[in-house]
């Protein structure tokens, strides 16, 4: 079969999955929903590989396929198909997904256990795995942007899976509601390209594109501006990042899938997929470049002061993508693709000991009341260190060779992207930090109270069920979240999972080693020959010389972290009062919530309370019972003659055929 | 006597019972009255079939004398009917049909 | 001679019509009309309809005048009262009525129905006979013959229905 037939397959398998443990809600039970949900992922990437094999087989200049199943719509000289596009790019994001999303699905399967929305979650679980497969095979833009408006749907389902906690449904209506922004920059942006170049199709587009449009034109620019607020929205970029941190409030598999392994990355791959449109553009390029480079360096101080485990994970995926927004606008595509799979593995394996752990301390979150866990969860004690390494580009981890390839190629391309290169730098080093603050926070140190219980009875802390953003007790008595947890010690699905993402957290990254292999590169390269940028390759001494200071500034920030910790526990309380306004800062995540809710969220009431106070209120029911007084006082007029006299009525009758008669006799004569 | 006379008088006939109608009160002379007009419409027609020449008119007026007839009848009926329920027999106080 | 019948039982005719509007007392307009019916069946005759003059005085002041003798009887003869509630009513009539009058008398009039103006055909002595218009109703009009039977016998139950005293607890 075919490339784009094993593409295909991949897309429908995950559809199926979803809409069979859909339907079969309350005939099956749990367990036999959730296998069923991993399987048909599993049975995806299977089908995956099937096509990168396949696509192997072509030779390296024609390795891109477009497949249509039907035309979806024609009209006005516009025609829109069904239509997949199969190319190293398309494949590589492909095995990513499936490959991550098995492994969560079995995460899942452990984890979700005693949960009564087993087979919902199952279920949206596999419709966003389609909906992101959607995204990235899509060969034409409508169908990219329906596959962006599943993936923004399912997002916003599992963000409120727990939907009688309204902390959760709020998050997921402020995740929903900034995507849509993205979407609307989407829609735009894709209106614009088929008005330019008639026709929504890739290949069409890409190859129309630089005929059509000069270098550096406003259209164009325009265009890649509209992308951008799209890419930004779903990556979290600043300023539309705010909905990252709240969408925590969904089960943690959610998170370490969605939100860090593949939803958030949808944004890298549309710069990625346009980069023709992006290098007829400069100046977006470089805006992009910028956002990209703000966001890696605030996020990561804000990390720095975040207390909840988990929303301190999320500034740090918000951080990571940074690097790959800034990598793939600067050009470099490639790198940027590697540090996606490579923060695929170390941040879903994050997340998911970080699932573990908020098990462990019976839904808590909250740092403060952590330590310990060394002794009491040895396995996942391994797990986070092994990602943290990774996370903070330790030597030879996988984050090592993916992080520096994008710096190195930012070095090479000179100018003011050196520049960048320096402020990527000074990122790791705070990335460093803020993530072994929070492993020095966790694991070491005397074991607090449910640590010690799990460590004597060898059975998890049983506390009141309580939501964890708001401190206040909940009842589960709906079922969900399920009155038990599962620790990875515990439960041998979720300990599989997290052992495969490790094992490619450390060595995923030999794929690529400067002067040794080029396996990544050499498979993704071609799909961005268009681009001259992508003639720019770091020498491999530049390379080398770049993991070097790469290496340093990771085992320093490191040792910093232990100082601070570990060493002199006292030292960061001292900070914080000393750098109060900075801390604060950081802590409340520099103001960007609040900013938002008076420019924007304010004026927009206020806007709403005018229309109805004056327009609905005034002009509308004015009209509205002004029609209906003017209607009632016609028939108040027109009611006298019903008097109720048959006299009256008589005399009307006369009168007329007097008239009539009248009337005729004047005719006639 | 030419037909146009007795069409003549016919019409007088009729429009008095018009006024009848319009002037009187009490429902037994405005049925009377009513009487007056469908008398007045049978001698057109009588009239009328003088001047045809064949019987036909006859035979419509004497269908118009069995309408009548069954029309008093009814009518007659509901005045009993109103008086025996003790209401005032003058069409201005029976005015409840009002919108 | 024709021409003083005429105009004798015009008179009478007329004279009936303005009885029944203007008396008082209905017993009196019965009357009047009686006087009425009995004039238009001297004017039928003149016109040779010697069968409807009949049926007139037979059916319509024997019958049906003995109904309304009866029926105001039974009523009684109330008089109406002076006060005119519906304003202009007074002054309208006669006027609506006049109106009425002079417009379908210009229409006959002025008609260009030319045999108006005759004293109608030739017609043969069987003009008008019992046996014409027993011969019309049995053949040309039969089933407007029926249906007035159907009709008469509704009324006659109708009659029956609204007249009938409510049973002993039935409502008021």
């Not at chain 3, 229409?107 to 218009?133: C, M, N, Y």
């Amino acid at each position: 079969m075919s490339s784009t037939g094993w593409a295909w397959l991949v897309l429908l398998l995950p559809l199926l999955g979803s809409v069979s443990v859909a339907l079969s809600f309350r005939a099956v039970p749990a367990r036999v929903a959730g296998a069923v949900g991993t399987a048909a992922v599993g049975a995806a990437f299977l089908c995956a590989v099937a096509a990168l094999l396949s696509l192997l087989g072509d030779d390296a200049d024609s390795r891109h396929h477009a497949s249509t199943l039907w035309t979806y719509a024609q009209a006005g000289g516009l025609e829109i198909d069904l239509g997949i596009y199969v190319d190293q790019l398309s494949v590589f994001m492909m095995l990513v997904v499936t490959g991550v999303s098995t492994l969560i699905h079995l995460y899942s399967f452990g984890y979700m256990k005693s949960d009564e929305g087993y087979h919902r979650f199952f279920s949206y679980l596999n419709f966003f795995v389609f909906s992101m497969l959607l995204l990235v095979l899509a060969g034409n833009f409508v169908l990219l942007i329906v596959g962006w408006a599943f993936v923004g749907f399912a997002s916003y389902a599992l963000i409120s899976f727990w939907y009688r906690r309204t902390t959760a449904t709020g998050a997921g209506m402020k995740a929903f509601v900034i995507n849509v922004v993205g979407d609307i920059g989407l829609v735009l942006a894709a209106f614009l390209i088929v008005r330019e170049l008639g026709s929504f199709d890739y290949e069409t587009v890409f190859a129309k594109a630089p005929e059509v449009f000069s270098q550096g034109g406003w259209t164009v620019t325009a265009i890649c501006l509209l992308l951008l607020v799209g890419a930004f929205a779903k990556s979290a970029q600043i300023p539309f990042h705010t909905w990252l941190p709240d969408a925590m409030e969904g089960p943690t598999p959610v998170s370490s899938l969605i939100h860090a392994a593949t939803m958030v990355t949808a944004g890298v791959y549309l710069i990625a997929r346009t980069n023709v449109l992006f290098y007829l553009a400069p100046t977006a390029a470089d805006i992009a470049a910028f956002v990209g480079l703000a966001t890696l360096l605030i996020a990561g101080t804000i990390a720095i002061a975040q207390t909840d485990l988990k929303r301190a994970i999320a500034y740090s995926t918000m951080s990571q993508i940074g690097y790959m927004i800034m990598g793939v606008s600067i050009g470099a595509y490639s790198a940027g693709l590697f540090h996606l799979m490579t923060h695929a593995f170390f941040k879903a394996l994050l997340f998911m000991t970080a699932g573990s752990i908020i098990s462990a301390m019976a839904n808590r979150q909250d740092i403060d009341r952590m330590s310990g866990f060394w002794k009491a969860m040895r396995f996942t004690s391994i797990m986070f260190v092994i990602g943290g390494l990774a996370l903070a580009a330790f030597p030879l981890t996988s984050g090592f060779f993916s992080k520096d390839s994008i710096l190195s190629f930012a070095e090479a391309r000179g100018g003011m992207y050196a520049w960048m290169a320096v402020g990527g730098y000074v990122g790791a080093f705070l990335t460093a930090i803020y993530t072994f603050r929070l492993i020095f926070r966790v694991l070491p140190g005397r074991p607090c109270e449910e640590a010690q219980h799990l460590i004597e009875s060898g059975e998890l802390y049983h506390g009141p069920p309580i939501n964890p953003a708001t401190e206040e007790e909940e009842d589960t008595d709906v079922g969900f979240p399920g009155a038990h947890h599962h620790i990875a010690e515990q439960s041998w699905p979720m300990a599989a999972a997290m052992a495969v993402l490790a094992f490619g957290a450390l060595f995923a990254g030999l794929i690529q080693v400067p002067g040794v292999d080029n396996v990544l590169f050499g498979f993704l390269d071609p799909a961005f020959h268009d681009s001259p940028l992508a003639e720019i390759h770091p020498s491999v001494g530049a390379e080398w010389r770049g993991l070097a200071i790469g290496a340093v500034i990771s085992v320093l920030g490191i040792a910093l972290a232990w100082f601070l910790w570990v060493a002199r526990p006292e030292l960061p309380a001292l900070f914080r009062e000393r750098l109060r306004p900075v801390y604060l800062l950081c802590l409340n995540k520099w103001y960007f919530d609040e900013a938002i809710e008076l420019l924007i969220v304010r004026p927009a009431l206020a806007i709403g309370r005018f229309a109805n106070d004056v327009f609905e209120r005034r002009v509308v029911d004015g009209i509205v019972d002004g029609t209906k007084g003017a209607v009632g006082g016609a028939g108040g007029i027109v009611r006298v003659v019903q008097s109720g006299f048959v006299r009256t009525y008589a005399l009307l009758l006369i009168a007329g055929f007097a008239g009539l008669a009248l009337y005729f006799l004047v005719v006639a004569s | 006597m030419s037909i146009e006379w007795y069409i003549v008088l016919s019409s007088l006939l009729f429009a008095t019972g018009a006024m009848g109608i319009l002037l009187r009160r009490s429902p037994i002379v405005i049925l009377l009255c009513l009487e007056l007009m469908l008398n007045a419409g049978n001698l057109a027609l009588v009239a009328f079939s003088r001047m045809v020449g064949n019987e036909e008119g006859q035979v419509f007026a004497l269908v118009v004398m069995v309408v009548a007839a069954c029309e008093v009848v009814v009518g007659l009926g509901l005045i009993v009917a109103i008086f025996r329920r003790k209401l005032p027999l003058d069409v201005d106080e029976l005015t409840e049909l009002r919108g | 001679m024709e021409a003083v019948l005429f105009f004798v039982a015009a008179i009478g005719a007329l004279g009936g019509a303005i009885g029944v509007v203007a008396m008082r007392n209905p017993f009196y307009s019965v009357l009047a009309l009686i006087v009425h019916l009995f004039s238009l069946a001297v004017l039928f005759l003149l016109l040779s309809s010697a069968f409807i003059a009949a049926a007139q005085v037979v059916v319509y002041a024997g019958a049906v005048m003995v109904l309304y003798v009866f029926v105001v009887a039974y009523v009684g003869s109330g008089d109406e009262s002076a006060w005119e509630p519906l304003p202009g009513q007074r002054l309208l009539a006669p006027l609506l009525g006049a109106a009425l009058f002079v417009e379908l008398a210009i229409a006959v009039l002025a008609s260009s129905l030319l045999a108006l103006g005759s004293d109608g055909p030739e017609v043969g002595a069987g003009f008008g006979d019992p046996a014409a218009i027993g011969y019309l109703l049995l053949e040309k009009f039969l089933v407007p013959f029926e249906a007035s039977s159907i009709l008469l016998l509704l009324a006659a139950v109708g009659a029956i229905v609204l007249a009938s005293r409510r049973r002993e607890g039935g409502r008021a």
